[in-house]
């Protein structure tokens, strides 16, 4: 495969491996797997998808749930609170797929029913501890009102009550993570509780590292997990996944060598790897070295990291057993950060197969 | 003006004014005004220095370069050290522009000789203090060398030593950064005393915060600011211009407001404003709010930053006075941190006529 500029390449089976081990763990708690495809954004990995079964997806914008129902998905929620200057592109998507949408305050729901020309479902988002978005368990009056208002509509539907627990973000194992998943499913019986258990009201979860580290996924009707298709540093940080199920790096030209400093310069700065960033030991790592072959990758080097990154420079500083190998115009990996927002920026996959597969930002 | 998504809105008279200004101190300090196009990436934009009389440009990428060279560019420098896969791309634009090359290694220039087709400008790269890429003035042994063998190329033929003061980032105000920019200067004006003063060697420098700062540019032959163009937050920071010369925001829509967080939250996130930071009183902060009016922006609100950003969410903490104005639906704008990165995710612009320019990344 010729590569002349940092790409995103992926190991399909790693991808698919990823997807199968996590439809297998839903359809043996029997509940629903609707994967968040903000990760990868890409129809092609979409239908990988389709072939183990998945018919309901999450995404977290308009615009991507668009591009998906074009290519067939016809039951999509939009796990983003409604967005009110895009109501046209609601109508419009309403009109052709059974779509969701993520409400959490009154007014906008009524504004909303104002403005439908089609039948949607609404979901009623709920803040279990992350505290980012969503109505506190305790503002029983506001959710009841929202979920009166939403049964009450022509074309709004109650479906459910929904959450994303990204505090497991910022803790490391399995005991961690499950305790937070654990106090996030309390927090959302509480409130189907005072909904009534009768009625329907769906519970649905699931961010990538609960997902992946808990053994029962009980209590919740439905999970969105998505990172989970590629992983990244940050999962391997977290405990969600190891090494070996990372299934994408960018792989980048060498351009500078500097010894003296232990550090090389790579072609592949903030708009090809994202700046985002985690903290191993105490020091800021935008992404970890592994050794590239041309048709797959080697093991992560230790101690092996982009340490600063520029707009289009990535500085790696590696101990000089590494660093010896390096040599300007040679190719090396990077396992990212965060595997969503790279595939953002880099706006494309390559398969080690060489084949090229679509963004959406892409296109 | 219908704004439905995050957008990058443009001043087109401020950001004129920033080309003027810099265009105009340039000329009156004799130096060639080589701006650096990585910021914008914009053709149109392109045009607009093309008006004050700029006919030479700086880019950090040779996609870039080729981008620029289709709009009639014809001097074009990649401010970036050869990427030797792309040494094809290198002849394809070497055959129909003068194109400007660094290099900071013999062996990558030997290749380089080895491969080309056309002739190319050698710029050597220095490291003036910042240390990121480049050899240091004390290298004088490989530097030597290396003008040597560009001059003795068939198709190469040595211009001059290049550097970047990105340490003037890392300050405050007008006395640290002349002080950076002095040291940086004395290193080159050491490495060119060893070259030979008597022969052409010209000196490129000239990041955005020493030139906007610097009351005289002497010693120096070319500069290649680029953020000046429509600066940013990093840039007030560092003091480089008042906030009335901030040319772009990103006009966000508000999807929730939480009083009691003293927050709200945007559409608006990682994927339209970049992960870029800044640290102010020991906060991380992603962006600053101001009042969009449709038609232009008001004064930063004090104290109302984006102080956490996801993929599509930013949280938005501010004073009680500020979140009582906001409400989901309405618009509101951020100052961004980076604008070259904003620019680079968000691929367009709209002016604030409602007109819709062009990005590269948007192509």
Redesign the interface.
């Known amino acids: 495969m010729?590569?002349?500029?940092p790409a995103f390449i992926l190991d399909p089976a790693k991808v698919k491996d990823n997807i199968r081990m996590m439809a297998v763990k839903a359809k043996e708690s029997g509940i629903i797997f609707r994967p968040h495809f903000?990760t990868h954004q890409s129809r092609v990995i979409g239908r990988w998808f389709r072939n183990e079964g998945v018919a309901r997806i999450t995404v977290?914008?308009l615009?991507m749930a668009r591009y998906f129902a074009e290519d067939g998905w016809d039951d999509i929620t939009v796990a983003?609170?409604?967005?009110?200057?895009?109501v046209?592109?609601i109508n419009e998507l309403a009109s052709q797929i059974r779509l969701g949408l993520v409400v959490?305050?009154l007014?906008?729901l009524n504004?909303l029913k104002l403005r439908l020309a089609s039948p949607v479902d609404i979901y009623i988002k709920i803040d279990s501890g992350y505290?980012?978005?969503g109505l506190e368990p305790s503002d029983k009056e506001d959710i009841v009102s929202i979920r009166a208002a939403a049964d009450d509509g022509r074309l709004t539907t109650f479906r459910g009550i929904l959450t994303h627990a990204?505090n497991t973000y910022s803790v490391f194992g399995k005991a961690a993570v499950t305790e937070i998943a654990g106090k996030s499913m309390d927090a959302m019986l509480q409130v189907k509780s005072f909904l009534g258990e009768d009625q329907a009201c769906l519970v649905s979860v699931g961010d990538t590292p609960s997902c992946s580290l808990m053994d029962k996924l009980t209590g919740m009707d439905e999970i969105r997990p998505g990172n989970f298709v590629f992983y990244d540093l940050m999962q391997m940080n977290i405990g969600s996944c190891t090494f070996h199920q990372v299934a994408g790096i960018v792989v980048c030209?060498v351009?500078?060598?500097h010894p003296g400093?232990h550090q090389a310069?790579i072609?592949g700065g903030?708009?090809h790897l994202?700046?985002?960033?985690i903290s191993i030991e105490g020091k800021t790592i935008y992404g970890q070295m592994v050794e590239w072959y041309g048709t797959g990758w080697g093991e992560p080097e230790e101690n092996s990291f982009i340490v600063?990154l520029?707009?289009?420079?990535g500085?790696l500083e590696a101990p000089d057993r590494v660093l010896r190998r390096l040599?300007?115009?040679m190719?090396i990996g990077i396992i990212p950060v965060h595997s969503?927002?790279t595939a953002?920026?880099l706006?494309g996959y390559r398969l080690i197969s060489g084949e090229t597969i679509d963004h959406l930002?892409g296109i």
């Not at 010729?2 to 500029?5: S, T």
């Not at 994202?274 to 960033?277: A, E, G, I, L, T």
């Not at 520029?310 to 420079?313: A, G, K, L, M, V």
């Open positions: 010729n590569i002349l500029r903000k977290s914008s615009t983003f609170p409604v967005n009110r200057p895009e046209g592109l959490e305050d007014a906008t504004e505290h980012r978005t990204g030209p351009v500078a060598v400093r310069v072609y903030a708009v994202s700046k985002d960033r600063s520029s707009q289009e420079h500085i040599s300007p115009g190719l969503c927002l953002n920026v706006r930002e």
